[in-house]
């Protein structure tokens, strides 16, 4: 297993390829799509891949429906969940003539390399993986199989278009290592069919949510891109804070404010230290206005976008048949490729 600096090392160098030679790459990201896309992947994840993709790079979005229910047992209201992270990604700037975007059910030749795939990793390996130990933890359910095997699935969406990228925080580094071995053990049984992919992590600092824990739309600390102004106002007037009118930046002591004045930061590309300072002795109230504000005009342009995009139905649908056709057709190159490679081509 690699160590986590040699991975920095490698990210910092593939950072250096891309720019110089951009054309060469092939990025694949993307999300589950259970809920309203936030703040936390407007500056984690979305924002880098819409600069990757006006650099010139190739970019693959997932909108991974299938691992919906790693973790749970029922889908929910995935096509809508699926629909709204299509829009956010759309009025975030990724352009459907440049981008594929698609959705993990809609192309079988990805999810038919899971077999050849499986049978390259130990029961073992699986086990090891500590993020899928982090979300059966926190899922509070009995690992499913889906669940337990779910990293092996995201190397299929990873190495099904040869992605040579993959912007991710450092959760989803396990993930990538297991799509690296993959792609490593395929050639060695096989042939060289898949390219080997390499993390690129994001430096976006982690955003907090409302209460100061990572914002997540489990823990209902999130505000999200879709959210009205209004609606923005509510949820972070809604915030604990603390008696001290006084507004200080200090994570341990003052988590609440904390939060707010590093979401404002972000927002603004402020300091916090330096909001507080601005606000001083104007309390709690005066802290979340600004917040308020300060999200609100940064979301203004995105939410004025996704709104027309969403009042055209037909149009979030059409651009995901397209990235659907697609991305069918990569990945049964792929699978053509494969078959090829083991000898199962009749
Ligand atoms: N597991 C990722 C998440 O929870 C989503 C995802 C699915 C993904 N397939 C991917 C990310 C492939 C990067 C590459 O956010």
């Not at 896309?37 to 990757?52: A, D, N, P, Q, W």
């Not at 997932?62 to 889908?75: K, S």
């Not at 003539?97 to 699986?126: D, R, Y």
């Amino acid at each position: 297993m690699d160590t986590y600096s040699s991975t920095m090392g490698r990210s910092d160098a593939l950072a250096a390829d891309i720019a110089t030679d951009p054309g060469s790459h092939t990025v694949l990201t993307g999300e589950r799509p259970t809920g309203s896309l936030h703040l936390g992947h407007l500056f984690g994840t979305i924002r880098e891949r819409v600069r990757l993709q006006n650099l010139g790079v190739r970019t693959m979005v997932v909108l991974a429906d299938y691992q919906v229910i790693t973790d749970r047992d029922a889908i929910g209201h995935v096509r809508q969940h699926v629909y709204d992270a299509a829009l956010d990604n759309l009025a975030a700037g990724i352009d459907p003539e440049k981008s594929v975007i698609f959705t993990h059910s809609s192309v079988p030749a990805l999810n038919q390399l899971l077999l050849p795939f499986l049978s390259l990793v130990t029961e073992a390996e699986l086990h090891r993986n500590p993020t899928v130990k982090a979300e059966l933890a926190a899922s509070g359910r009995a690992l499913s199989g889906l669940l337990l095997t779910y990293p092996v699935h995201q190397a299929a969406d990873i190495l099904f278009c040869k992605a040579t990228v993959v912007p991710v925080g450092k959760d989803q580094l396990p993930h990538i290592e297991m799509a690296r071995v993959i792609a490593r053990r395929f050639r060695d049984r096989y042939g060289a069919v898949f390219e080997k992919p390499q993390a690129l992590l994001t430096s976006a600092p982690a955003v907090p949510g409302l209460d100061g824990r990572k914002m997540s739309k489990s823990f209902g600390n999130a505000i999200s891109l879709s959210m009205t102004p209004d609606e923005t106002v509510a949820v972070v007037r809604r915030t604990p804070t603390d008696s001290d009118r006084d507004i200080s930046y200090d994570p341990a002591a003052r988590p609440g404010v904390s939060a707010l004045l590093t979401i404002a930061g972000l927002c603004t590309g402020r300091e916090p230290g330096a909001i507080a300072a601005d606000i001083g002795g104007g309390g709690a109230g005066s802290l979340k206005d600004c917040v308020a504000e300060s999200v609100n005009s940064l979301l203004a342009e995105h939410r004025r976008r996704r709104a027309d995009m969403a009042a055209d139905p037909d149009y979030v649908r059409s651009v995901l048949r397209h990235g659907n056709e697609r991305a069918n057709e990569i990945a049964e190159q792929t699978l053509s490729e494969v078959r090829a490679a083991m000898g199962t081509a009749y």
